[in-house]
């Protein structure tokens, strides 16, 4: 075992089936008193249903967030909330209402509560985001971390399989790149390990039936793991093929990571071999040079789309996106070799096997 550093970041995550109507209890716990509900316009309905259990302590439902928190959209929502007497936003919602509350807590110091009702992470991170004219910016700020989480499985009934599935290996695409990280440790490897493990074995059994709570509360599990992994550590070549997909070409978050994680493994089977072993016996493959084709496969029996042609992304995209992807790359175990990922992303384009 080599040195290593691990810092855990402080959040607390109370986690159960029915949690989320202990919401008033917990908020008031931390004498929260005055609190926006946060939403996206999809979700609006539940965040009025959430304000009604709240009663005197909700001060309004804010359901205007968008995917990527464009710009205009976290100025006048943090215009709102200066012009308001709130104390805490809870973000009822996926990775999109948190990133709009990140931006809100990152401008005003106020804390955030979180519901998750997707399994995007972005609960357990100093990671904030906003887009700009096609461009998103990133950055890192202890103020936009929840200070509380709550996980309710039974919030993610009503999210559709194709959503579910997707989101689920956006999770699992966080512990992937964990395990290889510049900056791994035992620690974060044992989580990233379990929530491969728990993500890989129920979110079949989810998509078979969308209502299968202790298949979702196995999901909601690996997906909180995940979320710490991404919290934790760096990311790398995957993270940064999703990055600029999303960025450059507009592409769908969680699809665009389900869809590449097989062929950023595929690339990066030979570069840590301990790590990528560990990967191939989480996910049950026979060797590492497996581990591309068995989340390729497992994508088609979750039925995700395969290709990202049919996501949106256009010919030229694999040529593109393997020039900006070595020009500005991330830390990666192997080096950035632009042929060989432009072969394996015209492979995603087309949808084959990785391997
Ligand atoms: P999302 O939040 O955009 O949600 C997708 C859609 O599903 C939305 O229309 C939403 O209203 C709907 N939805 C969410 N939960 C639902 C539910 N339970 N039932 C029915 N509908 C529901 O999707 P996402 O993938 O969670 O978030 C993507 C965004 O999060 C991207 O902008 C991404 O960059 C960001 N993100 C940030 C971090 C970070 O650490 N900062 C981490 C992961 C993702």
New binding site residues.
Partial sequence: MTNFRYKALPVDVYFGNGKSTETKEILLHYGYQKILVL?????EE?GHKLAKELQEICAGVYPH?????PVEVADKAVRFAKDSDIDCYLAL???????LA?IMALKTHLPIVAL??????????????S?ENNL?T?GKDIH?LPKVVIYDPE??????AE?SA??GM?AMA?AVEALYAEDKNPIISLMAIESIKALKSALPMIVKDLTDISARQKVTYGAWLA?VC??SVGMAIHHKIC?TL?GTFNL???QV?AITLAYSVQYNRNADIEAMDRLAEALGASSREEVGLVIYRLNESLGIELALKDIGLPKEGPAEVARIVCDSPYYNPRKYEYNELERLLTKAYLGLPPA
Avoid at 65 to 69: D, E, L, P, R
Avoid at 155 to 160: A, C, G, H, S
């Fill in positions: 939403t996206t316009p999809g979700q539940a967030a968008v995917m990527h928190v919602g996926g990775g999109s209402t948190i990133g990140k998750p009702t997707t399994y995007a992470g972005s609960e357990m991170t100093t990671i904030y985001g887009t998103k990133t936009v919030l993610n009934i009503t999210l559709p959503i997707c989101s956006n966080h979320g991404l919290g990055h999303g769908p978050h969680a990571h």
